[in-house]
């Protein structure tokens, strides 16, 4: 019977150990992704928005082939969580835009840093409005109803 107690304590310590571990593990994410993709438009500058910014701001280019604008950052998406990429993110002052010739691509970066608690990330845009419907909706007339 004691043996059997032992062993059962000596899983629930395996257990409470595994469960701190994970509790405070730095890369887990922090916010809540329903309210950060609540407010897109918020997020997003456009190119022709970048001038009138009043802020600093530093931009952060995710393509690794080209760099689009002079004196920016290029940090490769697939390196972003990087130890050393991470800590040079958190010691820039002022707003860090994300761009990316694909915002897909700015858009999935955001999310990310977003979640690991950065502030002031926005997602540069070549567009006004990149969530704006281009075209308009025609109905398919081949398709009849049931």
Known sequence: MKKNIQWILGVLLVLLALVLVRTFNPNLFKRNVSEALATPSEITVSVQ??????????IVELDAE????????VLPFGQLLEKENK???SSLDGKILL????????????????????????ILSDEENPEELKYKFQPDTTIRLE
């Open 87 to 89: 800590e040079k993110l």
């Open 99 to 122: 761009y990316s010739s694909d915002i897909s691509t700015s858009s999935k970066a955001w999310v990310i840093l977003n979640q690991l608690k950065f502030d002031g990330v926005y």
């Open 49 to 58: 928005e970048l001038n009138g910014l009043q802020d600093s701001c530093l």
């Open 66 to 73: 080209n760099q689009r604008f002079p004196n920016s950052l």
